[in-house]
């Protein structure tokens, strides 16, 4: 008898193993940010950024299904594969990746130097993979109409602070040309890889199916390790010129950097290739930043609207840039992309848009570590490490891209990763700020 109802268990657990998942199950329960492991509830206290992470991914969950994300990725991965393909190997996606979509307008192969050629060829294979991975999800829509010409003159027109109807070529006597040079091209990748690294991080906690789920996972720490890559490289030409803007790799990142962070709402998220702002983890001496991260060292994330409104500079609509006649699928707008979700239960309830902070809120900023520290960098200086201005809205216009008055670079590296001074904290001086505090 008990060995035919060991038989009759092992057959109903293994009945119910082999059933799918249902609707609703999966990794996060939406609306529940309290853990149903046994040993919780947990204190996430200290993990406040991960905690606004999600809090933001469960607000823009909303009635959207795992196809809908999957879909978005298509439009994605289109995006940055074609880019990154077109330049590295002067061709596009073969058409099981295409699945009929158009040539994307301005495509052309890049003139990289040896020393890149390599590293770059790796990388565009990979977000080929990517746009493989969508289609193995099954998504069947077709690359969308995409401009790289048109989407990244908007870009600079936008982090150059061009007031509406200026072009860079109004400005500058002649178009920004992503495929021009190393610099030019390397930066372009960068500039979007970051929304691809940042974006499939923030599906972890709006995906459901445990193996999309995993694979999304392996989206964001590929992006994550690429974007790592194309930090070095440009760091490497840090000091080259990009044309048309008569000014260095670093400075015109610097105000890439800016704009996505002035986009995405009003948390602190984004990072220049140089960075000695106390409330991230920096490096002394040469501020090399390659792996931009929070204080605890771990990497940002943002929803599917917040890398929208990033990519259709705050248009609504939907459509511009990159993407002339719009995305395909229902995520498709940045609508929504600066609310939260409430608390539940031992969470407090925070309002359901997210609060900007004031400059002030940030803290003092000290003086260098010591007097000659590392050179100022003419841009750097007036972009992303200054916190000074008269208002702090988090536009393009007072988060970092025209201080007034003019700001001072952070060069004290003083934080919860205390790396180069030990004991230098100023009595009553708060030196970091988490950006879900924000």
Same mark, same amino acid.
């Given at each position: 008898m008990a060995g035919i109802m060991i038989s009759l268990l092992a057959l109903g657990l293994t009945a119910v193993m082999a059933q799918p998942f249902a609707p609703g199950q999966g990794v996060l329960p939406s609306g529940n940010l309290l853990t149903t492991d046994p040993g919780g509830p947990y204190n996430f206290s200290m993990l406040n950024t991960q905690?606004?992470? #999600?809090?933001?991914?469960?607000?823009?969950?909303?009635?959207?299904?795992?196809?809908?994300?999957?879909?978005?990725?298509?439009?994605?991965?289109?995006?940055?594969?074609?880019?990154?393909?077109?330049?590295?190997?002067?061709?596009?996606?073969?058409?099981?990746?295409?699945?009929?979509?158009?040539?994307? =307008?301005?495509?052309?192969?890049?003139?990289?130097?040896?020393?890149?050629?390599?590293?770059?060829?790796?990388?565009?294979?990979?977000?080929?993979?990517?746009?493989l991975m969508t289609r193995?999800?099954?998504?069947?829509?077709?690359?969308?109409?995409?401009?790289?010409?048109?989407?990244f003159n908007a870009w600079m027109a936008y982090a150059y602070g061009l007031p509406k109807g200026t072009s860079v070529a109004d400005k500058f006597g002649k178009p920004f040309d992503p495929f021009l040079n190393d610099q030019n091209f390397i930066l372009s990748v960068l500039s979007l890889e970051e929304l691809g690294a940042t974006g499939n991080k923030g599906l972890a906690g709006i995906v459901g199916n445990p193996v999309l789920s995993q694979a999304i996972a392996g989206l964001a720490t590929s992006a994550t390790a690429q974007a790592t890559l194309e930090r070095v490289m440009l760091f490497d030409l840090k000091d080259k010129i990009v044309e048309p803007f008569g000014e260095t790799a670093q400075q015109v990142f610097a105000r890439i950097s800016a704009m996505r962070d002035s986009l995405d709402g009003p948390q602190f998220?984004?990072?220049? @290739?140089?960075?000695?702002?106390?409330?991230?983890?920096?490096?002394?001496?040469?501020?090399?930043?390659? @792996?931009?991260?929070?204080?605890?060292?771990?990497?940002?994330?943002?929803?599917?609207?917040?890398?929208?409104?990033?990519?259709?500079?705050?248009?609504?609509?939907?459509?511009?840039?990159?993407?002339?006649?719009?995305?395909l699928?229902?995520?498709?707008?940045?609508?929504?992309?600066?609310?939260?979700?409430?608390?539940?239960?031992?969470?407090? =309830?925070?309002?359901?848009?997210?609060?900007?902070?004031?400059?002030?809120?940030?803290?003092?900023?000290?003086?260098?570590?010591?007097?000659?520290?590392?050179?100022? #960098?003419?841009?750097?200086?007036?972009?992303?490490?200054?916190?000074?201005?008269?208002?702090?809205?988090a536009t393009a216009d007072t988060r970092?891209?025209?201080?007034?008055?003019?700001?001072?670079?952070?060069?004290?590296?003083?934080?919860? #990763?205390?790396?180069?001074?030990?004991?230098?904290?100023?009595?009553?001086?708060?030196?970091?700020v988490d950006h879900a505090e924000l």
């Open positions: 905690t606004t992470e #999600v809090r933001a991914a469960i607000a823009f969950k909303k009635d959207l299904t795992d196809m809908d994300i999957i879909h978005f990725l298509t439009n994605v991965e289109c995006l940055e594969g074609q880019f990154d393909t077109w330049g590295t190997f002067g061709h596009g996606f073969i058409d099981n990746l295409q699945l009929g979509g158009p040539t994307p =307008i301005g495509a052309r192969k890049a003139p990289l130097s040896e020393k890149y050629l390599s590293m770059m060829q790796e990388v565009a294979l990979n977000e080929q993979g990517h746009a193995h999800s099954g998504s069947a829509n077709p690359c969308p109409v995409i401009d790289f010409d048109a989407g998220d984004d990072q220049g @290739i140089v960075n000695s702002d106390s409330r991230t983890i920096a490096v002394p001496h040469d501020y090399a930043n390659y @792996i931009p991260t929070d204080i605890r060292g771990l990497t940002f994330a943002r929803t599917p609207a917040q890398a929208l409104n990033i990519i259709f500079l705050g248009d609504q609509s939907g459509k511009g840039t990159f993407f002339p006649e719009g995305i699928g229902k995520i498709n707008t940045p609508k929504g992309f600066d609310e939260l979700a409430s608390g539940t239960e031992n969470f407090p =309830i925070w309002p359901k848009k997210a609060p900007q902070m004031t400059v002030a809120e940030f803290g003092d900023i000290l003086p260098p570590i010591t007097a000659d520290g590392p050179k100022n #960098v003419t841009g750097e200086l007036d972009l992303t490490q200054s916190l000074a201005g008269v208002k702090a809205d970092g891209l025209k201080p007034s008055p003019l700001g001072a670079p952070n060069f004290a590296n003083l934080s919860h #990763v205390t790396v180069a001074a030990p004991g230098r904290v100023s009595p009553g001086v708060k030196t970091h």
